[in-house]
């Protein structure tokens, strides 16, 4: 069952655009998709770069349902990220590394995404940029030690959106893909 981006729901002030997509191909725009990969909701964002400037192109939340079987869950993660990348072709990709966690029974579902959405990108030939959560709020708040609130003021203002996004997975993707800009060489 082949998914697309209209099979789940955008977020608010989230746009679906292809605008760009000429430019896209042609590189003088950077597209890159930031993952925050969860087994009950792994959340996306897609963000353009050109000439200094930062554009959210889209966001949203892979959300599974709980009651299904772990390998039903890692499917739906799987397929639906594919329809995102189908959907909005991006070149490159940002995701957190896998940290320390006190739950581990949550590290492990979240773990089992993270090779699934690793899978999926490799198998679109897509490189992956991973970063420590450290590295993330540097990046994209100036300091290392910011919380999540700021981390979310800081995607609103650099993505000049109305509101910082929500819910917090889909921010934390759209700082996954500001940070692979601001770490990764230019393409």
């Known amino acids: 069952m082949k998914n697309t981006v209209s099979d789940f729901a955008l977020l608010p002030g989230s746009q679906s655009s292809r605008l760009n997509d000429d430019e896209v191909a042609r590189g003088k725009i950077r597209r890159v998709l930031g993952i925050d990969p969860g087994l009950a909701n792994t959340g996306f964002g897609v963000v353009d770069f050109c000439a200094g400037r930062y554009r959210m192109v889209s966001y949203g939340v892979i959300s599974t349902n709980s009651a299904a079987s772990r390998q039903e869950r890692l499917l739906t993660i799987y397929n639906r990220l594919c329809a995102v990348i189908d959907e909005f072709k991006p070149a490159e990709a940002g995701m957190e ?87 990764s060489p230019s393409a």
């Open 97 to 183: 590394t896998l940290y320390f966690a006190r739950n581990v029974t949550s590290a492990m579902g979240v773990a089992e995404a993270r090779g699934v959405v690793t899978l999926c990108l490799a198998q679109h030939c897509i490189p992956l940029g991973e970063y420590t959560p450290n590295q993330i709020k540097q990046a994209v708040t100036g300091t290392a030690s910011a919380d999540k609130q700021l981390v979310e003021k800081y995607v609103q203002i650099l993505l000049g959106l109305e509101v910082p996004p929500k819910p917090d997975h889909a921010a934390d993707a759209l700082a996954g893909a500001i940070t692979h800009l601001h770490f």
